[in-house]
């Protein structure tokens, strides 16, 4: 009787679920995991934004670095975790830049979720060695900040296009692509705006010191000089030495450079240690060189981020 009862609350049960799927698919598909729309999940704000407008509305996407944070140094949550494991498709950096991330991002390729790394995809360029005497641990090694240069995510995000209509099922093709071009239009005018300001620094002020190597490739696309960073290093997560300190401020008065360009999120520590070497007379200009900010904070979207820059270097360079 009771083993009666419990088959027929068992098939109830099942008609229930089945019903729902019949009525929700048609909608949604009910597939197995909750939450149906494809889904792209993007490490990076940077690479976030990029995706976002390449996507617009045909897909979820869900960035995991918060505004701000550090591409070196931050993490997932369980729950961030999940959502990679679940994306349709996973856009990541690579080339080393999200240090605690990566091996996550590893998982989720080896368990058949489809990844792209878009600094790998976008002609790296090696770390140099440009300082004498400072043997710079990553020189030859890739350098992961390609976004500097609007040349590689012109490149970066058509490829983004094709892995999203490639492997995010549901999306329409002609909307995506008509997304890329769109953005690749906006990206071709910012580098046009980009070389023009540039234009106004005379050849010889085109001379960058940063807080640690992250304008090499700005700095190849619109040739200026890579002096030296305060970090000698790729990553934000080395520290300098009180030597590295003495070789960059004798770099930097060989090539009568006063200016220094930080990140927006640490100028100040960067000034107090610089001043005490060069005898206060430091120019600390502020940048947002690998983290977007809020909305409306400076540097909401990644051209937003890149114009911010251009200005604030050639009015830094040319004493504007
Ligand atoms: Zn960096």
Known sequence: MSVRVGAAR??????????FCVVAGTATGCASGGDDRPRVVVTTNILGDITREIVGDEADVTVLMRPNAD?????LSA?????????????????????????????????GVAGFAAGEAA?????????????????????????????????AAGLIADQVVEHVEGVDE?????????????????????EKSFAAIPEDRRALVTNHHVFGYLADRFGFRVIGAVIPSGTTLASPSASDLRSL???????????????????????????????????????YSESLTEKGKGAGTYLEMMRANTTAMTEGLTGA
Do not use: C, I
């Open 79 to 111: 729950v961030q975790a999940a959502e990679l494991e679940n994306a349709d498709l996973v856009v990541y950096n690579g080339l080393g830049l999200e240090e605690n991330v990566l091996r996550h991002v590893e998982a989720a390729r080896a368990s």
């Open 123 to 155: 002609d790296p360029l090696p770390f140099h060695a440009e300082r004498e005497g400072g043997p710079d641990e990553e020189a030859g090694e890739p350098d992961p900040h390609f976004w500097t240069d609007p040349g590689r995510v012109r490149k």
């Open 71 to 75: 591409p070196h140094s931050f993490g």
């Open 10 to 19: 068992v098939r109830a049960l099942l008609l229930t679920l089945v019903t």
């Open 249 to 287: 401020t004798r770099a930097m008065e060989e090539a009568g450079v006063r200016t220094v360009f930080a990140d927006s999120s640490q100028p100040t520590r960067l000034a107090e240690v610089l001043r005490q070497e060069m005898g206060g007379d430091v120019d600390v200009v502020a940048l």
């Open 174 to 194: 002609k909307t995506v692509r008509d997304n890329a071009a769109r953005y690749d239009g906006q990206l071709a005018g910012l580098t046009a705006w980009m």
